[in-house]
């Protein structure tokens, strides 16, 4: 018997206590009554009009965030991929620096820019057209809905430009010898062949909106309405209401999972022989006068995801009075003293994250290695259950892990409540998909047949693994790291429900501040995190030799 | 005033300060003295405003530098929960407690959840700033005022009383903060309820007010121009705006203005005891209060504070007050019905 057997087994029940203990606790609490079984904080739940109307508004957030996700990542996928649409690399990178920006800092950027009176477009505005309306008010459904699209279209933006990256142009072109026009060989010929992943990327910007958390606490709350994380979050307030809020995240839960349920199948269905490969010619189309126009289009998107949200956190950090322009006498450095040297809770929150993105990304970086490993090459019995595993934190969002993770973390046998553990826990159970899934792709493009023959000559699994499969892998799994670190530094959803006042991180001080108008201070460690994000997704593509968004250099 | 200015005037007052108790060492060192500097710190967890709360853990560091603060700000209702949901773990963090809920130490007194303790000096304090069983005491005072943008309301236009508010001329133009999250909030609805009744707030909802969540961040808000009158809120953070140059003033309606007492209390289960007990003698101090009083514009129970002049004294205001009790009592409807007229 190989004795490597018990690194693997081992490594599998892991996996599964990581996930089954807070996700059985949440059902088992949803449940649980003085007298044994019951629906009765089921019904509590769903009969609260409030709470009715917060599932309501999640589900009108949730559809609209999808289409304007698409309506806004699908042509831009399309452009840069197809089109000779100048500065392609500039907007792929654009792209990219929107899917890495923590979108609570983009909401609350948004505040500053287009709150209804101070907000400074509306000022703007309102100075050149004399009108007393404001142009924008950002705190409406509509306005959250922008704010979370516009760090939301990236998902579909990757689904549709890597599937356009493997469809040849001959049929397009076929499709132009017989005489149609550019549009109706986009209509006809394109779209059917991209619709699998246009979908699918919908339905990814679907999710993204259910389980987001900061944006709607930022934008929705000051507008007297909820979403379903954010009441969610309000029955942990004193007398918490623990299982209702357990019954209350179960929807969140089966409704993540069916629609990943149908995207899985939609991608599976990908049966057009002309998705194939990498071969076939894929010719540039010509855009002529409509170059610069096109251009300025994903400018403008660009300026509403990245420069004017990140320039208004820059004004923010050194402005006295936010809403002011920024000159002389509304010039400071406060800030910066304020948030590092005066108040306590700064250094050690960015220790706090940093310890735990560090920790985080080596252990969970470790364990998607092995997963995929024994996935890959089927090491263990029912290996594909934990590849399902493995993957089933993607249905969970981070509010509800984090119910769960209270619940099973607050009692015997495991107190670990008050701990950084705790916090550990849920990020990695949160960020294991996303490491997996790059430690998946790694070890597919490995062959085994270096291994068979290390087995050959006589290594045993663990000294292959170590000398032959890890030197190919170690770039795959340096990215896998990198993802796992910028998921944890920008992570609020859960941390907001399991921090301790001495468990604090960046993003729970942030939102602190939040609640407490603090501007300046937010605008200052709002920089030092995108400055942290953007560092790591630098070694990324340092590691990786390509963009993180899948594109070869 | 400038960075520097408040700098400096941190540091004159702290050597002040820390002379005073080292005055006071030679004669009768403080008894808890030897303890806290074996224990080191103190964790406490309050609901004064951020740069406040920082500044008078600064103060205690100066006078006793081998005690570190460890201070946890956030809303008065926040700390409740925090609190108990650690107790609920078995962790014991929190030294001492400070919220603007007065109701909140009715609730843990009654839980056995704080240690006994009168802080030096209190005894002079008036009545309103004392728990009878001597659990708990007023550490400082403010009262709900409104405010308004001095740029885009004139002095004749703007509300006078709380029933001005009322009027539809200030849809969609005012802030309000949430009593979910702040005791200010909570006391401040509860004495209006008492005065006007629920439907003061019905139909205030009416006027579709931006919600915030802390007491101090309606000022902040209007003083930016988002809105342009706070309907609630503590007076000193508009006071405080309104010293830094913001456009903003303050108006004390003449029905009366809610007065708001936050207690302080320590621990039944304190780790740190002693710089418990040191910590919370040194913030009833004249010296402390008077800090509170002068740069941050704050009432106190110290009958020998003196307050800024262009601050009304306590006792030209009418003052309308609810007692601890109640506001335990009405805590969850408070926030329900809250919640049930605003939305969120």
Known sequence: MDRSIAVWVSAALALVVLIALPLGWLGWLSVSGEHGVTLAHYRDAFADPALQKALWNTVVLAFWVGLVSVAIGAPLAWLTARTDVPARGLIRGLVLASFVTPPFLGAFAWVMLAGPNAGMLNTLWRSLTGADAPLLNIFTMPGLIFVVAIYTFPYVYIMVSNTLALIASDLEEAAAILGAGRLTVARTVTLPMVLPALASGFILAVLQALALFGSPAILALPAGFHTVTTQIWSLFQFPPKVEQAAAFSVPLLLATALLLDVQKRLLGRRGYAAVGGKGGQRRTIALGRWRWPALAACLVVMSSAIFLPYAVLAKGAFARAWAQPLGRDNFTLGNFTFTFFEYGSTRAAIVNTLELAVLTACIGAAMVALLSYITNRRLVVGHQLVAFLVLAPVVVPGVVLAVGLFIAYTRPPFVLYGTLWILFLAYLTKEMPVGYAQADATFRAIPADLEDAGRVLGAGRLRILKEVTAPLAKSGIIAAWCFIFIGVIRELSASILLFTPSTKVMSVVIFDLKEEGQFGAISVLGLVMLALTFATVALVQAALGRDVLGARR | ?344
């Open chain 2, 1 to 344: 005033m400038t960075k520097r200015f408040v700098v400096a005037a941190v540091a004159a007052l702290a050597a002040i300060v820390a002379g005073a108790i080292a005055g006071a060492d030679a004669q009768t060192p403080s008894k808890h003295l030897e303890g806290a500097r074996k224990e080191g710190k103190v964790v406490w967890y309050t609901s004064l405003v951020l740069p406040s709360a920082e500044k008078v853990a600064k103060l205690f560091e100066a006078a006793y530098p081998d005690i570190k603060v460890e201070v946890h700000r956030t809303g008065s209702q926040r700390i409740l929960q925090r609190v108990m949901q650690e107790l609920q773990a078995n962790i014991k963090n929190v030294d001492v407690v400070h919220t603007s809920d007065a109701g909140h130490y009715v609730f843990l007194k009654e839980k056995k959840l704080l240690a006994k303790y009168t802080p030096a000096g209190v005894d002079a304090f008036p009545a309103g700033f004392k728990d009878k069983d001597g659990y708990y005491y007023g550490l400082r005072a403010t009262v709900n005022a409104i405010a308004y943008n001095t740029k885009a309301v004139s002095a004749a236009e703007a509300p006078k009383t709380w029933k001005d508010l009322l009027d539809p001329r200030w849809k969609g133009k005012m802030v309000t903060a949430h009593p979910g999250y702040s005791g200010v909030i909570a006391t401040h609805v509860l004495a209006l309820v008492h005065l006007n009744g629920w439907d003061y707030f019905k139909a205030l909802a009416q006027n579709k007010l931006m919600i915030v969540q802390s007491a101090n961040d309606p000022a902040t808000v209007v003083s930016s121009g988002e809105r342009v009158v706070a309907a609630d809120g503590g007076d000193y953070s508009a006071y405080q705006l309104k010293k830094k140059g913001n456009p903003i003033e303050i108006v004390y309606p003449k029905e009366g203005v809610p007065l708001v007492v936050s207690p302080t209390a320590i621990t039944a289960f304190a780790p740190h005891p002693n710089a418990a007990r040191l910590f919370t003698d040194f913030t009833f101090t004249r010296d402390v209060q008077q800090v509170m009083a002068d740069s941050e514009g704050l009432y106190t129970g110290h009958p020998d504070v003196t307050y800024p002049a262009d601050k009304p004294k306590l006792s030209e205001l009418k003052l309308l007050t609810v007692t601890p009790e109640e506001l335990e009592k009405r805590n969850e409807e408070i926030k329900k019905r809250f919640v049930e007229f605003f939305g969120a």
